[in-house]
């Protein structure tokens, strides 16, 4: 694919070199975010939006250092009994000046400079102890999901580092459930070699956001996975659009002819999750349960054994 190209014209971005080829700059730097092959020509606003993105980054690069990175998590419940059968950890940022950020408005960026892995890995270390310490405390034994993005999957060493931190934690490896997207794992040659390497050593694997990518099915009936979790999209629509109920019928057909678990992701009301149980999916999360939520105020909700919440999702007419 050729690489992404840029241009400033003179006079009107710039009457010297220095201006020209700094503008220039800002356009490369804007259409290196939209994918390589691409063009863009500067505008008045590129500097702008560049120089924020540049503060983001230099602030990013000391966030782990001074531990503004916080954790919330999202309860998984289980079609058939109606509990907490796990939890989804999701990453926050907790910026000095711009308050709580959500991953959208940070991973992009430390997924382009590479930053991605010491947060990722955080992230991973953070969850595998909190689950860990929720076992010590007799909580309900549940799976804990932690994203790992695409380059962190094309890191050599992934499997042994997984294994590095999970007995550093002290979990056991089937309660940590490693969630990829179809795009992070297909088409690369070692995939099926490092998703056995996982399995083997108990870890649990699930495709994100199924059904965005460009999943080949004579690939994905060879992948050694656990689970394929519906993106919301399809979830969304689910009860007013016959196509997309039609879609979500077909990846639990697929998912079970496959012996795959099926998780519905963004679940926001009575209508879907009943829909949804109809049509077989095997466990849901999203606000209709509970909205992502800091280890603590999750813990309450863990206590009471998930009554509230069972009560809400109650399936009878």
């Known amino acids: 694919m050729p690489p992404p190209a840029s241009a400033s014209v003179f006079p009107h971005d710039g009457k010297e070199k220095q201006s020209l080829l700094k503008n220039a700059d800002s356009a490369l730097y804007r259409a290196r975010k939209s994918g390589g092959d691409t ?7 590129m500097n702008s939006k560049a120089s924020k993105q540049f503060a983001l980054e230099a602030s990013l690069r000391s966030a782990i250092d001074n531990q503004e990175f916080v954790m919330h998590y999202q309860p998984r419940l289980a079609f058939d009994s109606l509990k907490i059968t796990g939890v989804e950890a999701l990453v926050r940022w907790q910026h000095p000046q711009l308050g ?29 102890r909190q689950n860990r310490d929720w076992q010590q405390r007799s909580f309900a034994a549940m799976r ?23 007995e550093e934690t002290g979990l056991a490896p089937e309660y940590l459930d490693l969630e990829l997207t179809e795009s992070s794992i297909m088409g690369t040659e070692s995939t099926i070699e490092v998703l056995s390497r996982l399995k083997g050593m108990g870890v649990t694997i699930s495709i994100d956001d199924f059904g965005t990518g460009f999943s080949s099915l004579s690939y994905l009936k060879r992948l050694p996975i ?19 109920a039609a879609l979500v019928m077909a990846i639990v057909t697929l998912a079970h002819n496959l012996r795959l678990q ?52 109650a399936l009878q007419a």
């Open 262 to 313: 099926v998780v519905a992701e963004g679940v926001e009301t009575q209508e879907q999750l009943r829909l949804l149980h109809l049509l077989r999916c095997d466990e849901a999360e999203g606000h209709f349960f509970s909205k992502p939520l800091p280890a603590e105020a999750l813990e309450q909700v863990l206590a009471l054994n998930a009554a509230e919440l069972r009560s809400r999702a």
């Open 39 to 45: 063009y863009r020509f500067y505008t008045e606003d």
């Open 100 to 128: 709580l950020l959500s991953p959208a408005e940070f991973i992009p960026l430390a997924e382009d400079n590479g930053l991605i892995l010491p947060i990722g890995e955080w992230v991973l270390r953070t969850a595998c």
């Open 226 to 244: 656990d689970a394929l979790k519906i993106d919301q999209t399809f979830i969304r629509d689910v009860t007013t659009d016959p196509d997309a």
């Open 144 to 166: 804990v999901g932690v994203n790992v993005s695409a380059l962190q999957f094309q890191q050599p060493h992934l499997a042994a580092r997984v294994l590095q931190i999970l």
